[in-house]
Structure formats: structure tokens, C-alpha cells
């Protein structure tokens, strides 16, 4: 449970009125706590108190404005509030793995206070979150549900670069033995695979490309390309599973006509109906 303690005494009354005056629009909020970070805010016209909480973050190329915008009808259909943080380079330049054991400030956390602050000002269910990364924003959320399973409902992850896996043998970020300096962090194995999980990638995302991270333990690990280490992580994952009497799903879903671009995925490759239709309906 995110904790909203400090949060309502800066945030008032009349913020909260004047919020609801723009619902249907897509809002770009500085975070009160912290002025320079930013964060989109979609409250649809259908919301009502206890709405659900779709979170998508962006790639490397931090679309996160273009994210809100293409998947606002959708929440309006489903009756869920949305969430795009922005984590800029100059500050979260390792977001993708939480700014643990990596450059940047924790991302993690940051989330977390975005998250808070929503809750109190539109009353959301933030209890479980629904949500969704792509690229970059997918290993994020790989992490984020590792570190903190009990907070996730149901995720998707799209194109993610590399991933962390369910090895309790190999250190974070490529395993979950622990995190160099962060020993206060501990992976619950059973609770990570309680997570229903999505993976979708683009047909065509099989070049190296310069964004791609490369290195002879992740290539070995996981393949050569994110069409290969997507298929192959989301195996790893449902034999986990399986292997400790989870019946978990874990769906692979190749976008047709897509490479590695996000409005590509969405426009070509039917992305945001699928990305919806996995986390809301059951």
C-alpha cells in the first residue's frame, strides 16, 4: 500500500474541485512535493471514486505525453485513471532499473509519490495497479513488479531491451539474489510469479540496434534481439511458475507490421486493445 501520509495537507480542497472541472482532458501536473518533476494525469469522463489506475511509462525516447494521448480513449472506455510519469535523463538516467545499482535517482520511489498524490486528489483505487511499459518503460515495470509484486494487479510489457529473471542464483539486476546496497530490498519468488503477465513485441523488432543493451552475459542469457529475449523471458517465467504450482498466465503476442516504435505498435499492431482487454478483462 502506497503511503499517502503528508500528501493531503498540500494539496487542497479546491485543487480537488478543480480537477474534476478536467476530467476528459489530458493534464500535465508538477508533482507537489517535488516542482521539477512532472507527470500526466487522464481523468476520464466516465470516472468515478475508487477508479482504477493504469500506469504507463515510456521508453528511452520518453514519449510519455504521446503514451497519454493514444491510450486516453481507451480509458475512457474501461473507466480508468491514467498515469504517465515522465523520468528525465538528466536526473532518472537509469530509470529502467529503478535507478538501483545504476545511474540516477531512485524512479521506484519517485512513482510512488506520483501515485500518492493521485489518490488524493481524484480518490483512485491505487491498492493494485495496472500497468504497462514499453521499451525502456518495460523493463521498469519488470522491475517495479519484482521489487513490489503485492502492489500490481496485472501488468503488459512491450519490447523491453532485457529483462530480470526469476533466478534466486544471479544478483539484480539480472537475477533476484539481492541488490549491492540495497539490502533492505528482499524478492518474494512466489509473490513475483502471482503477477499475471503480458508480453507483446513487434513481428519486426529484431535489429541491434544502438538502444538495444548488449553484452555476452545478457545475449547468452537471453538472446540476440527483443523479438528473441521477450519470447524467451515469458518461458523462463511460466516454467517458474509452473514449477512452484502457480497457474499464473503469461501471454506472448506478436503485433503484426511492427517494429521497434511504439506508435507503430500502436497504430499497426493493435496494441492499446490488447494492452486493455489483458488488464481488464478478466
Not at 131 to 140: E, K, L, P, T, V
Not at 210 to 215: C, F, G, M, Y
Amino acid at each position: 500500500m502506497i503511503n499517502t501520509k503528508g500528501i493531503m495537507e498540500k494539496i487542497t480542497m479546491s485543487a480537488h474541485q478543480q480537477l474534476q472541472l478536467t476530467k476528459g482532458k489530458i493534464l500535465v501536473r508538477k508533482l507537489s512535493s517535488d516542482p521539477n518533476l512532472t507527470y500526466y494525469l487522464y481523468i476520464p469522463l466516465s470516472s468515478k471514486l475508487d477508479a482504477p489506475v493504469f500506469i504507463t511509462v515510456h521508453g528511452i525516447k520518453r514519449q510519455a505525453n504521446k503514451h497519454v494521448s493514444l491510450f486516453a480513449s481507451f480509458a475512457e472506455q474501461y473507466e480508468c485513471i491514467v498515469i504517465a510519469p515522465y523520468f528525465p535523463k538528466d536526473r532518472f538516467n537509469g530509470y529502467q532499473r529503478l535507478g538501483i545499482n545504476g545511474k540516477g535517482e531512485r524512479a521506484d520511489l519517485a512513482l510512488d509519490d506520483i501515485i500518492a498524490e493521485v489518490k488524493v486528489l481524484t480518490g483512485a483505487n491505487t491498492e493494485k495497479l495496472y500497468m504497462f511499459g514499453y521499451s525502456g518503460g518495460a523493463q521498469f515495470v519488470n522491475r517495479y513488479t519484482m521489487i513490489y509484486p503485492y502492489r500490481v494487479a496485472r501488468i503488459v510489457l512491450a519490447a523491453a531491451g532485457w529483462y530480470t529473471y526469476p533466478d534466486i542464483l544471479r544478483d539484480y539486476p539480472f537475477g533476484i539474489r539481492r541488490i549491492k546496497r540495497h539490502r533492505e530490498v528482499n524478492f518474494e519468488l512466489m509473490k513475483i510469479l502471482s503477477v499475471p503477465t503480458c508480453v507483446l513485441v513487434g513481428e519486426k523488432d529484431i535489429l541491434r540496434d544502438k538502444e538495444l543493451r548488449t553484452s555476452k552475459d545478457i545475449d547468452q542469457q537471453q538472446g540476440i534481439n527483443r523479438l528473441e529475449r521477450n519470447k524467451r523471458w515469458v518461458k523462463a517465467m511460466l516454467a517458474s511458475a509452473r514449477a512452484n504450482n502457480l497457474n499464473t498466465p503469461y501471454d506472448f503476442r506478436v503485433t503484426p507490421e511492427s517494429g521497434h516504435s511504439f506508435t507503430e505498435c500502436m497504430q499497426n499492431g493493435r496494441m492499446g486493445s490488447r494492452v486493455f482487454e489483458f488488464l481488464f478483462t478478466k
